[in-house]
């Protein structure tokens, strides 16, 4: 286990569920794993697998009808002269709009996504958001919010900040909207940066830009990354650790050396074989595994890939749970071959 000054954020069999007139979706059914202060935990696994309802839990923006039924959150806040002191926050402990948790939602744990428009108003400009941002949670004069607008800007790499500062999100280019969304999540300066598929709706050429951005900013502020994607290619450029979902469960975690070159559990296996090459986009890489993803209103008893698994051990796989076996320190699998002797 890893101590506390490390652990930045703690999640312990988490379980979301969305109570739906047609029956439950188990979003997320009792995820395990950490995020380390200042790496990058890439979180990966086709759309649907509850990559980004883990997220919302941590911040504690799961949409109705779902609502967190069990499980715990921690953030390990450090505080003291020395930085030394940590002090955890049970964030699921805190009501969803509490002070607290708006405190912890603009400041230590920020958000962007694939579509920057939803972080910003279209009536007012980047530079007046970015600067309000400031302004809500320091008491700072309107001229120092707008330094601080324009420095943040010019650190994320959008040209002619002072300019800019006063253009629409709606006039910038989709790359530089992109950079404007990330300026607005790093304003605070904060200790962990979710990221939601942030680049898959840009070429790759922007993307790459984006992805190095991303790096440069978490090496300057120290803040850990939790990245979701679909993308193995991805996911070797960014993360530290990786965890792979499937229908709401983590399946497998452990280091990106681990992910590439000692993947166990066969979901994983043949998300890899899926990938034409690593890096190069292809919205079709992950059609290569048999079937499709189960409805989650009807998640297949037993392991829930065994439907599409081509390893699968009838008379157990179909019938029983996997549990989670560590296999060392930093690596869970989930999966029947490793607990039979398999
Ligand atoms: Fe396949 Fe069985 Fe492992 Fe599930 S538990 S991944 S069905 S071998």
Known sequence: MMDNLETLIDVRDLKTYFYLREGTVRAVDGATFSIRRGKTLGVVGESGCGKSVTAQSI??????????????????????????????????????????????????ISMIFQEPMTSFSPVHTI????????????????????????????????????????????????????????AMALMLRPSLLIADEPTTALDVTTEAQILRLMRQMQESLGMAILFITHDLGVIAEMADDVVVMYLGRVVESTNVDSIFYDPKHPYLRALLKSIPRVGVKSGKRLAAIEGMVPNPLNVPQGCPFHPRCTEMIDGLCNVTVPDNLYLAEDHMVACHLYTSGG
Do not use: C, W
């Open 59 to 108: 911040l504690q923006i799961v949409p109705r009808p779902g609502r967190i039924i069990q499980g715990e959150i921690t953030l390990y806040q450090i505080s003291g002269e020395s930085g030394q002191q940590v002090t955890p926050v049970r964030i699921t402990d805190l009501a969803p709009s509490s002070d607290r948790m708006r405190a912890i939602r603009g400041s230590t």
């Open 127 to 182: 530079g007046e958001q970015l600067a309000e941002t400031i302004q809500i949670h320091h008491e700072v004069s309107k001229e120092s919010a707008r330094q601080s607008a324009i420095n943040m800007m010019r650190q994320v790499g959008i040209s002619n900040p002072e300019r800019n500062f006063d253009a629409y999100p709606h006039q910038l280019s989709g790359g530089m909207r992109q950079r404007s969304m990330i």
